[in-house]
């Protein structure tokens, strides 16, 4: 079974800066993906970025970038010049490809960003 | 509007009772899940369906039942067997195809005193 893992519990970071969450997984599989999710206050998911494991290029969503190493299985995000609506838990996943495994997600177990003005 | 909604948002119940809660969706998804969150943790799946009339049990599905008769609804049911109930439920949808996301409801919260 895959595994994912968040070593962060919590994080802070200055507004305008820049901080990055750290993201592990562990699995045997070669074809999947992964994502990350922000969870703000009201408690609604929302997808802020996806990576398919098959690209060597690292998925980019204007602030959010992550750093795919797939031979490390690791899957950080970094949120550049952050703003404080970007204060919220962040839930990194793993989705088998759906021909394995059809598409539950498995999740870690976030990181909690503050940030501050 | 297409989403996903989750009704009521907040369910209070006595021990004991069973209580069903309810997710529709009008994406036109074919899969459905229902994840469980406790305070300060991620999300734990309990139940997924990848069609109609079909659907199987996640990583804690002890105490709960689903059914998936229409497309569009996966309703769930805490039993009075699930002896820590009180939690966070999220309901979920994605397309079966490629990297799609999977799409999340409001949710509920769920107290049994």
């Known amino acids: 079974a895959q595994t994912v893992t968040q070593s962060q519990p919590e994080m802070s970071v200055q507004e305008a800066e820049t901080v990055t969450l750290s993201c592990t997984y562990d699995?045997?599989?070669?074809?999947?993906?992964l994502f990350w999710y922000k969870q703000p206050p009201s408690r609604q998911m929302i997808l802020v970025i996806r990576?398919?494991?098959?690209?060597?290029q690292n998925a980019t969503e204007n602030r959010f970038s992550v750093n795919f190493q797939k031979a490390a299985k690791s899957f950080s995000l970094k949120i550049s010049d952050s703003q404080l609506g970007d204060a919220a838990m962040y839930f990194c996943?793993?989705?088998?490809?759906?021909?394995?495994?059809?598409?539950?997600?498995?999740f870690g177990e976030g990181t909690q960003l503050t940030v501050n003005p | 509007d297409g989403g996903i909604t989750q009704s009521p948002k907040y369910l209070f119940r006595k021990e004991g009772q069973n209580v069903t809660l309810s997710c529709e969706q009008n994406?036109?998804?074919?899969?459905m899940y229902w994840y469980r969150q406790d305070p300060g943790q991620g999300l734990r799946l309990i139940y997924y369906?990848?069609?109609?009339?079909?659907?199987q049990k996640g990583d804690i599905a002890e105490g709960y039942s689903v059914s998936r008769e229409k497309k569009e609804s996966f309703p769930l049911t805490v039993t009075s067997a699930q002896k820590n109930p009180t939690a966070f439920y999220l309901c979920?949808?994605?397309?079966?195809?490629?990297?799609?996301?999977?799409?999340f409801g409001p949710g509920t919260r769920l107290t049994v005193t």
């Open positions: 979920a949808s994605s397309s079966y195809l490629g990297s799609a996301e999977q799409y």
């Open positions: 699995t045997s599989e070669s074809d999947y993906y």
């Open positions: 990576q398919e494991a098959y690209k060597q």
């Open positions: 996943a793993y989705r088998s490809a759906p021909e394995t495994s059809g598409s539950r997600l498995t």
């Open positions: 994406l036109n998804h074919d899969a």
């Open positions: 369906s990848q069609i109609v009339n079909d659907f």
